[in-house]
């Protein structure tokens, strides 16, 4: 067994993952145990020639140099009328974005559809407005309820729960905060900054969260809705040389994003069953530091490189435990 098979089980075990055999007909969909985990061998880019090889089920959008380079790691595909066959169930335009690591699989199809900005329009527009945002997307009318205290977790909500309340975000942050092997962790300059491991640790954070706490479906629109208002070129890969050259705000930035927000409810699902957690959960600050040191031992893995542990007297943890609380046990309504 290789080293990196073996890192890839040891984690399993330690997060509680039940391995399934390929041969399981529950095996679902998205994940496949014959997938290819190394970059390409027709590319002209290798793992021994990149820091990249360090990193196992999660991207880091700073470790890539083009977006050659992220093509090498990830698979990307477009549909359109002329493209897909028959019996593929695509809108037009869509993009399938496929990462492999360790025999581990995950796939992000993004298909057209409603926006981030559809869906506050329809909040704030008139009765014809919120009709068409009911005919175009059931699913957001059905879940508006969970779909409204998933925002209010992803924002600083300070005119609801006073000066300093918590968000995603700062969860993020306080991760990085976290790093205790700054050698192994910041090999490249480009890692410290907001591209770096701040924007995976954010994106991975808040999709295991809304998984946990509410579903796969309900995470995986609202990740897909936000890329499709911010980044329409995601769908039909229409970019600029301009935009392929923005190593930061380009398709290499919005793809890896696209790929950790799968990353991030694999996790998410995962700890929910661990800790039998659903959306009236009641979070005490031990189960979230608990669930926040389960997602650094992930990172651990994945990005190789080591933390100190979240405590549960930490005020960060007790301040966004009650948030939690507020908003999932509560009747709080956004502003």
């Known amino acids: 067994m290789s080293t990196g098979r073996l890192c890839f089980l040891l984690i399993l075990i330690s997060l509680g993952i039940k391995m399934v055999s390929c041969n399981n007909a529950q095996l679902p969909d998205k994940k496949n145990c014959n997938c290819d985990s190394a970059l390409r061998s027709d590319s002209s880019f290798h793992a021994a020639d990149s820091t990249y ?8 959008a700073t470790r890539f ?4 380079e992220l093509k090498s790691v990830i698979r990307i595909d477009l549909f359109n009328d002329s493209s897909r066959a028959e019996n593929a169930n695509y809108k037009n335009p869509a993009v399938r974005i496929t990462h492999c ?8 199809v993004v298909e057209s559809g409603i926006s981030q900005g559809d869906m506050s329009k329809a909040k704030k527009g008139n009765n014809i407005d919120r009709l068409l945002f009911l005919i175009y997307s059931p699913f957001a009318v ?14 600083r909500m300070t005119e609801l729960f006073g000066e300093g309340d918590p968000a995603f975000y700062d969860l993020a942050q306080n991760a990085m905060k976290k790093i205790n092997t700054p050698d192994l962790a910041f090999m490249n300059v480009r890692d410290s900054s907001e591209k770096g491991y701040l924007n995976s640790f954010n994106h991975i954070t808040s999709q ?5 706490c509410f579903s796969e479906e309900l995470a995986d629109f609202i990740g897909d809705s936000h890329e499709r208002y911010f980044h329409p070129e995601l769908l039909n890969g229409k970019f600029t040389e301009e935009q392929i050259r923005d190593l930061d705000n380009g398709p290499v930035d919005n793809y890896v994003d696209l790929i950790n927000n799968e990353w991030g409810q694999e996790l998410g699902k995962v700890l929910k069953e661990k800790f039998n957690i659903n959306n009236s959960t009641h979070w005490t600050p031990e189960l979230l530091s608990n669930y926040l040191n389960e997602i650094l031992s992930y990172y651990s893995w994945a990005f190789q490189i080591g933390f100190n542990p979240v405590n549960n007297k930490d005020e960060l943890v007790i301040r966004f435990s009650n ?4 908003v999932l046990l509560g009747s709080t309504e956004s502003k």
């Not at 090889?53 to 880091?60: E, N």
């Not at 295991?208 to 946990?212: L, M, P, V």
Request: aromatic share 12%; charged share 20%; proline share 0%.
């Open 53 to 60: 090889k360090f990193i196992q089920g999660a991207l880091l």
């Open 101 to 108: 690591s360790n025999g581990y699989e995950v796939i992000n």
């Open 65 to 68: 140099k083009s977006f050659d």
């Open 323 to 326: 948030k939690l609380n507020s």
């Open 208 to 212: 295991a969260f809304i998984t946990s």
């Open 142 to 155: 059905t879940n508006r309820v969970d779909l409204n205290k998933a925002y209010l977790l992803s924002r």
